[in-house]
Structures are given as C-alpha cells and as structure tokens.
C-alpha cells in the first residue's frame, strides 16, 4: 500500500519535471532523489523533490 502512494507521487513528480524541463538543474537534483526515494522506499524525501519543483515553478 505504501509502494503504491510513493509511486503515485513518483508518477506526479515525473509529470510535473516533464512540464518544467527548463529548470535543468532542479530536475537533474529531482530526478537524482526521486531515484533515491524509490531504492530508499522514502515518502519524505518526495515531499523536498515537490517543494524544489514547485518553487522552479514560481521562478
């Protein structure tokens, strides 16, 4: 049950770097903890990737 919600946000994360692949930088630092959250099987870390995208966002 937890692997399926760390992999919706995974998935939600994913889109959200697709739609923002101009922030080179955020996504590479994103995709690099997003990596790890899934062999770390951590929901926290998910949390600091969608504040660091979303702040790119806002820039």
């Not at 889109?15 to 955020?26: L, P, T």
């Not at 995709?31 to 062999?39: N, T």
Request: glycine residues 2%; hydrophobic residues 35%; contains cysteine.
């Amino acid at each position: 049950e937890k692997s399926k919600a760390i992999s919706q946000k995974i998935s939600i994360a994913q889109s959200k770097i697709d739609a923002y692949d101009k922030c080179d930088k955020v996504i590479k630092d994103a995709l690099d903890v997003i990596e790890y959250a899934e062999m770390e099987d951590d929901d926290s870390l998910l949390a600091d990737v969608e504040k660091e995208i979303n702040g790119a966002e806002k820039q």
